[in-house]
């Protein structure tokens, strides 16, 4: 079994979505980021940056007397769930690094780049002009890119579906949103159709639905969500 914690995002929604292409057995543990679940310190103990997504693992037989292994960071938790499935991703060394080579991409690139667009976009207090440009222009760099490998393929990699589409997808998924349209990257918007017809995906991105934000935060959620810095983390939050 796995506890999976979680919060329907699209980093939550890439490690839900490998959890039901594989249909592991998982249970999963809301974790409430705009009321501070996440500086609990049973939660700290998992995932020390207090973000989710997050597993702990009890099937690995490692970690300790009761075999349960604590993953964070959502690449690692892929990563790890790959290898213990064997999995969506090649075993093949040049395949192998390929998908490697997007993971890290995803978690360098395209997903701080998106997050930070959907902060200034949906989020911050007063419209930033140079936050919007900036967070915009390496989003649709991002976006560019990702077309460009995927003209002539089916997915990321040659080898087939993989984490590393798993990793991409969901903040793809989240384009118009972020006020960008896909009319000029027509791979990106079949590789995205593609994906998003699988019944795994429509399982994991419904999950935790109802816990959707309806709402803009209020000032309270927004110290937890966007005011944090060294001290919140010496004292606890």
Known sequence: MIDFYYWPT?????????????ALPYDMIPLNISKGDQFK?????????????????????????EGAMPIFESGAILLHLARRTGKFMPQAPR?????EEWLFWQVGNLGPMAGQ??????????QDAYA???????????????????????FILDWGYSIADM??????????????????????????????????????VDLGKDF????????AERDLLFRQNAASIKRGR
Request: glycine fraction near 6%; hydrophobic fraction near 35%; charge should be neutral.
């Open 41 to 65: 310190p049973e939660f700290l103990a998992i995932s020390p940056n207090n973000r989710m997504p997050a597993i702990v693992d009890h099937e690995t037989g490692e970690g300790g007397s």
């Open 212 to 219: 959707r934000r309806s709402a803009p935060p209020d000032e």
């Open 132 to 154: 919007l440009e900036r967070y915009a222009g390496e989003y649709a760099r991002c976006l560019a890119v990702l077309d460009q490998r995927l003209a002539g393929r089916d």
């Open 167 to 204: 990793i991409c997808w969901p903040w793809v998924l989240i384009a118009k949103p972020l006020g960008q349209s896909l009319e000029d990257f027509p791979n990106l918007a079949r590789w995205r159709q593609t994906i998003k017809e699988r019944p795994a995906v429509q399982r994991a």
């Open 117 to 126: 667009l959907s902060h200034f976009r949906n989020y911050a207090p007063e």
């Open 10 to 22: 699209p980093n939550g929604w890439k490690v839900a979505i490998m959890l039901e292409e594989c």
């Open 95 to 99: 395949s192998l690094k390929e998908c």
